[in-house]
């Protein structure tokens, strides 16, 4: 019951370049959303979320859209640098949850070539 | 900047024993969860408790699990009885408000292993 998906399990960019991190979903009733990072042997880290009222929200080098006709939501990291390396989780919370308990994608793993 | 803390970084257990995964969360909190990785699986949640009672629970959160807050500071999970399929990476995360005010934030983990 993948209700979060993350179709791709690794991606690969250029220092400098952007990052584009993207994450779909299936239950319409998702009415909030966060991206996390997660380095090895620690915990996820929050970067960045997003109301469903709202299509875009940025924060710094950081910026998620979100497409809610559509399902589907994106994290650009503008430039990308080598501590960006790391793999990058997609959650979403909704009412029906309850108090919200955070729904995960199995991740993406972000390489940041030099 | 404040964090979640959690102990003890990796815990190994008999089968059919009794285990405590103990956690700090930030001070001025109010909502406390739990959640577990599994190798190689995504995250998932486990328990949310607020105001001293648990809030919501998933289906993996049976009867053989339970959550406390016995003082002002410690957030435990206790799995009474362990099973094989308990070992995971069992990650403790606590948020300033409910429902998409504030984020959730995670501590390192404890990677739990049964023997």
């Known amino acids: 019951d993948q209700q979060v998906k993350q179709n791709s399990p690794s991606l690969s960019v250029q220092e400098g370049r952007i990052s584009i991190l993207n994450c779909d979903y299936t239950?319409?009733?998702?009415?909030?959303f966060l991206w996390y990072k997660k380095y090895p042997a620690e915990g996820p880290t929050f970067l960045i979320s997003?109301?469903?009222?709202?299509d875009k929200n940025e924060d710094g080098r950081f910026t998620v859209f979100l497409n809610k006709s559509a399902k589907h939501l994106s994290l650009h990291i503008v430039p990308s640098q080598p501590g960006d390396s790391a793999v990058y989780f997609c959650?979403?919370?909704?009412?029906?949850?309850?108090?919200?308990?955070?729904?995960f994608g199995k991740g993406t793993h972000l390489i940041i070539q030099p | 900047e404040p964090e979640v803390t959690q102990t003890p970084s990796h815990q190994v257990t008999q089968m059919g024993q009794e285990v405590i995964l103990r956690c700090v969360p930030i001070?001025?909190?109010?909502?406390f969860y739990w959640y577990r990785q599994i190798l190689g699986q995504k995250v998932e949640f486990l328990v949310s408790?607020?105001?001293?009672?648990?809030?919501?629970k998933s289906e993996i959160f049976d009867d053989q699990f339970s959550v406390e807050r016995p003082d002002g500071s410690n957030f435990t999970l206790k799995i009474r009885s362990t099973k094989l399929e308990d070992s995971a990476m069992y990650f403790c995360?606590?948020?300033?408000?409910?429902?998409?005010?504030?984020?959730?934030?995670f501590g390192d983990g404890t990677r739990l292993s049964i023997l």
């Open positions: 997003i109301s469903s009222i709202k």
């Open positions: 959650a979403a919370s909704s009412p029906s949850v309850g108090a919200d308990g955070l729904t």
């Open positions: 001070s001025n909190h109010l909502y």
């Open positions: 408790f607020y105001n001293n009672e648990i809030s919501e």
């Open positions: 239950n319409s009733m998702f009415d909030y």
């Open positions: 995360a606590s948020g300033g408000g409910a429902r998409g005010g504030q984020p959730q934030h």
